[in-house]
């Protein structure tokens, strides 16, 4: 991935944190998704009193995409939060992505943002041997 759009991702991700609904764990992540057509998805986390309830940054995210369409052409994922470390989508939010990425068949690259450090890996490093729609036969 060249940096200019790397860095463009990154910056959609912390916006995307700056409307975090997170009053209970103060805890603002952001998700951004990039599309083979240049189309940028984005997602934050959004708490609820009932806490099992919360949605997570890249699970709105791909919420999003789905109920705009998209259904292919996932190429890259930057997720961003508070902490002093980079941060990777949770399980949950790794499967959510994953059906995303089989529908497609991609395996994007995914920029777990830190504020001094971005990793990149694979969604296939982070979930590997996936349960996906393939999986159903």
Known sequence: MD????????????AAAGH???PYSHF???AALL?????????TNVENASYGLALCAETVAVAKAMADGVRGGLEAIAVTGPGTEPITPCGRCRQVLNELAQLGGT???VLCVGPDEVKR???SALLPDAFGPASLG
């Not at 940096?3 to 991700?13: C, G, N, R, T, V």
């Not at 599309?35 to 997602?43: E, H, K, M, S």
């Open 28 to 30: 603002a992540v952001g």
């Open 121 to 123: 890996t694979r969604l």
């Open 107 to 109: 395996d994007p690259v």
């Open 20 to 22: 975090s609904y997170s």
């Open 3 to 14: 940096s200019q759009p790397e860095a463009d991702l990154i910056a959609a991700a912390r």
């Open 35 to 43: 599309f083979a057509d240049g189309r940028v998805i984005t997602g």
